[in-house]
């Protein structure tokens, strides 16, 4: 069985020529998890190479259109942050859009720094909206955009069914939810959080963010769906924002 590991995915506006957000998001991944030193990058092999120039490392593979994925060089412990563009002809609104991704084992002291990560690397990347899940959970919500032989999605534990990135109709409208999910100012405002009378139980778990965003968190604990109450929490959720995954205009 895979080790369960946390997986962040922050989606931003495209990039544009020397693009300082790749190398800013590494480094603010660091300053936010503590002892995390994303110095090396890994070999088509799978050996880690160190990186004593990483900024410059990842601006070169910018220039060539290489996959700019740095990391911890801790094999037993592998923390890592990569970049992917993703064309406009698969991305909501049809505007080319960055994402940036981590992934980190889940262990109880891996999980304190999620927030800070959270809102750290999307903030840099100044993200539209993101999210920060466990592998667990991330399965189950990926059925919510996956084709079936039939047709449309079939999702498990009676999710809804999402549209898919290019059928949303802008980038500030999440795809999905999350445990933890990051939401702009300009999300926020899409999706008319907060609202005092109806999200007073998210309140107690949301906080905002520099740039005037929110981090919003569903449940105390990582998001667990073989737990009913945590089912249940995401189930209100998706009920509370219908625009989420391009279900209902604003």
């Known amino acids: 069985m895979a080790t369960p590991s946390l997986l962040l995915i922050a989606h931003a506006p495209a990039l544009v020529p020397d693009d300082e957000r790749p190398a800013l998001a590494a480094r603010a991944m660091e300053q936010a998890f503590p002892g995390v030193d994303l110095s090396w990058t890994i070999s ?15 601006a070169q593979e910018l220039r060539t259109g290489g996959i ?8 037993a412990f592998l923390v890592s942050i990569n970049g992917q563009e993703s064309s406009a002809a698969f991305s ?36 539209f909206w993101g999210h920060l899940t466990p ?4 399965l189950d919500i990926a059925l919510q955009t996956s084709p079936t032989l039939e ?4 999702p498990t534990r009676g999710l809804p069914p999402l549209k ?3 059928e949303i109709r802008a980038p500030e409208v999440p795809h999905h939810l999350g445990w933890l999910n990051y939401w702009s100012a300009a999300t926020a405002r899409l999706l008319k959080f907060p609202d005092p009378s109806r999200d007073a ?19 105390d604990t990582p998001l667990d769906l073989d737990d009913p109450a945590h089912l249940d929490a995401l189930l209100r959720a998706y009920a509370r924002f219908p625009e989420i995954g391009g279900r209902a205009a604003p």
């Open 44 to 58: 088509d092999e799978g050996r880690f190479i160190p990186l004593p120039q990483r900024d410059a490392w990842i």
């Open 201 to 219: 139980e998210l309140l107690t778990r949301s906080r905002r963010t520099a740039s005037g965003g929110w981090i919003v968190q569903l449940t």
């Open 164 to 166: 898919l990135p290019w």
């Open 68 to 75: 700019h994925l740095v990391c911890n060089g801790d094999e």
């Open 135 to 138: 592998s667990g959970a991330a």
């Open 92 to 127: 909501a609104g049809g505007q080319a859009q960055y994402e940036s991704h981590a992934e980190w084992p889940w262990t109880p002291s891996s999980v304190l720094p999620s927030a800070p990560v959270l809102s750290a690397v999307a903030e840099v990347a100044r993200a």
């Open 151 to 154: 047709g449309p999605p079939n």
